[in-house]
């Protein structure tokens, strides 16, 4: 099943429109980000409301890396104009090292603490976005170096062709971004079923349990959150190339609500569960919007009649699958999969024994008879 699903993966490039392939970029830079907060809240058991921070240094940080120095309309803007791949190593390590900075006070911090500790980093992101001009481009934001390896670039500046069909940049970046999410993928696994996600595991059940076997509390939670970090970092990255162009209110702190209504809906400490949550919360919206004519009480973007946004009508929609999902499926949308593929076994029933005891094959008690 999952050699078929990615060889489908491989296809939407020959087939679909602009559309479609930018809401599946959306969506894997969704997969990707999800997937380490699930790391960091299903599986250590920390809460974290600044995710969309880390995924703002990853993608400011792949634009200063990769673009050069210019003269805008209003300010100047720095880079260093390093190679687009390196740019991108270097936001993720950007940002894993912003979540090691961090890490002392989330390896001391549990819980709803945590969580408003975190949330202190989504304000202070936007107060330097929007005035550290010279990197960011302040409110205006600004546009994104596109991807590149050695011998193509990831735009349409270099026309290319396979098998008829036109690549053009959302094509090339469509196969990039399912590399991206491969590696996040097999990474987590191997992580949760190695060493450190069996400790992880046991310090999220019992901190005190955890420490008696020897885990180190405060040094694995710090490091959960710089893995957590650097997910969202290249998470960010992927996201500054499928927009082309970052503002500060792309990451907001309904960013990181989003993110936490993924891992919910997919289910806490499943990697599966996170991708599936995360492309349900990321592509409804697009649908919404792009059907809007055609369905009940929504409006296109843009629209002066009364009815509800594809954003606003997607936000009720999965705020109520996630009371759907506390109510009957505690466990997500994994949970829900286990329990169907499941098959339904009758008990057998167990015999109760009679009060003469055992008995031999002919019937007589295998006591010892008194003579």
Known sequence: MPAALCLLLLLPPFYLEAFWLQTGLFAMTAVIAAIGLNLLTGTAGQLS?????????????????????????????????????????????LAGAAGAVFSPISGRLR??????????????????????????????????PPMAVPGLSFDDSTPLTVLGVPFGGLERLWYFGLLLVLIAWL????????????????????????????????????????????????????????????????????LSMDFLAMIVIGGLGSVGGAAAGAVFVTVLPQLLGRYADQLPLVVAPGSTEPGLGGTEAARYLYGAALVLILLFSPDGLAGLRRRLRTPWRRRTAITPLTSAGPQSAGGESLKEQTP
């Open 111 to 144: 819980g709803m603490y945590l969580g408003v500790a975190t949330l202190a980093l989504v304000f202070l992101g936007q107060h330097v976005l929007l005035n550290a001009t010279p990197v960011t481009g302040g409110f205006n934001g600004r546009a994104v």
């Open 187 to 254: 990474a987590a696994r191997n992580l949760l079923r190695g060493r450190p996600g069996r400790a992880l595991g046991a310090l999220r059940d019992s901190e005190v349990a955890a420490s008696v076997m020897g885990v180190p509390a405060a040094r694995l939670r710090a490091a959960a959150f710089t893995v957590s970090s650097m997910y969202a970092g290249a998470a960010g990255a992927l996201l500054a190339l499928a927009f082309q162009r970052i503002v500060p209110d792309h990451f907001s702190l309904a």
């Open 49 to 93: 409301l600044g995710h969309a921070f880390f995924l703002a240094v990853g993608a400011y940080g792949y634009t200063w890396l990769a673009d050069h120095p210019r003269r805008s309309s209003l300010h100047p803007l720095t880079g260093l104009s390093l190679p687009p791949l390196l740019a991108f190593v270097g936001a993720v390590l």
